[in-house]
């Protein structure tokens, strides 16, 4: 870099006092200066490239005045509550009976595998049962025909359609997203999602929304391809929560952050450990340099200047 600013302003910039010390170095040096040329261009370069990233930072941060579509509020969720805070995972578990009983008859989650429950919201066996509970496409097998069989903990939670063309012959020409790692994928993350589910209402005057269309003030352009999913008392919890569409909608929403961040308590663990041992290791690496530096500190130096020479 200070070679760079050398080159381009000569020693002008870099020059503090005059003396004569960078001439010097000037008349040592083998680096070539920068031809004007050279100079122009690196600098309209430099210039542009800055100005694209502040063009782009303010595209970012504009108002989106113009937009039909209501930002969703700030809620707060367990997850992002503090430095060290943790999914809820009762909550986690109750969103998987959402999803299994709502949303996954449109919605894949193939990013997710039943082992990946386990320790999580269920415990081995439990795991092990919802795995079972779902047929599995295998195969080839000695016939070399395709069959069905229950799954086991490695397998990934099965796709509702078998492909994209299925789904969307199936939903009006809408595509319904892979859930896995949705919260990340859209702007408002998890207030977005919850806010999507429980935002549905009757459309505004003036606003038409086609036919198979739904409107939701949350979802960009107002008119969504997925109908109101959440109702009051949708599904039953196993462990008897009050099933009311907000209820679900935060479980739900919780339950598809978790399915993008599954290791996001072993992470926060880790950092707090990682505290604890390193704000041990900080003093005593402190004290260790005070004290492997302490003789060189403390050293003096003294010029002692040779005997004269013996008087003949
Ligand atoms: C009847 C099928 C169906 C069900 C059930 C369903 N969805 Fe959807 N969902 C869709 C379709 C179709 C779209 C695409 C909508 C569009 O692009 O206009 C969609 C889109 C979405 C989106 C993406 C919105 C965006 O910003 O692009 C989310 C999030 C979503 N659904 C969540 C859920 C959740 C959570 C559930 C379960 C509670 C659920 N859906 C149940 C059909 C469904």
């Known amino acids: 870099m200070a070679a ?38 690196l600098t309209s370069l430099g210039v542009l490239t800055g100005g694209a990233g502040v063009l782009l ?12 579509e209501l930002h969703p509020p700030k809620y707060p969720w367990d997850v992002t509550s503090g430095l060290f805070s943790t999914f809820d995972h009762a909550s986690v578990r109750r969103g998987y009976e959402v999803y299994k009983n709502v949303c996954a ?3 894949s989650l193939q990013f997710v595998a039943y082992r990946e429950l386990v320790g999580q919201t269920h415990t081995e066996e439990e795991a092990k049962a919802e795995a079972e509970e779902a047929m599995i496409e295998d195969g080839p097998d000695a016939e070399g025909k395709y069959f069905k069989r229950p799954g086991k903990l490695s397998d990934y939670i099965p796709k509702p359609y078998p492909n994209e063309e299925a789904a969307r012959a199936a939903n009006n020409g809408a595509y ?47 008119a969504i391809g997925m109908a109101q999913a959440l109702y009051n008392e949708i599904i039953e919890y196993s462990d008897g929560t009050p099933a009311t569409q907000s209820q679900l909608a935060k479980d739900v929403t919780n339950f598809l952050h978790w399915t993008g961040n599954p290791d996001h308590d072993t992470r926060m ?44």
């Open 269 to 312: 663990l880790y950092l707090l450990k990682s505290m604890i041992i390193m704000s041990v290791l900080v003093g005593w690496s402190f004290y260790w340099k005070r004290f492997k530096w302490s003789n060189l500190k403390t050293r003096k130096i003294f010029f002692k200047p040779p005997p004269p020479p013996p008087k003949v």
């Open 4 to 41: 760079s600013l050398g080159r381009l302003y000569g020693n002008r910039l870099l020059k503090l006092k005059p003396s004569s010390i960078p001439k010097q170095i000037c008349l040592y040096s083998t680096a070539q200066p920068w031809t004007k040329g050279r100079k122009a261009m």
């Open 176 to 222: 319904p997203p892979d859930l896995t790692y949705i919260t990340m994928a859209r702007h408002g993350g998890q207030d977005y999602i919850f806010s999507i589910l429980t935002g549905y209402c009757d459309a505004p005057a003036g606003v038409t929304v086609q036919e198979g269309q739904h409107y939701n003030p949350y979802f960009p352009g107002g």
């Open 57 to 68: 930072y303010a595209l970012e941060n504009s108002v989106k005045a113009g937009d039909l």
């Open 105 to 107: 008859a449109c919605h």
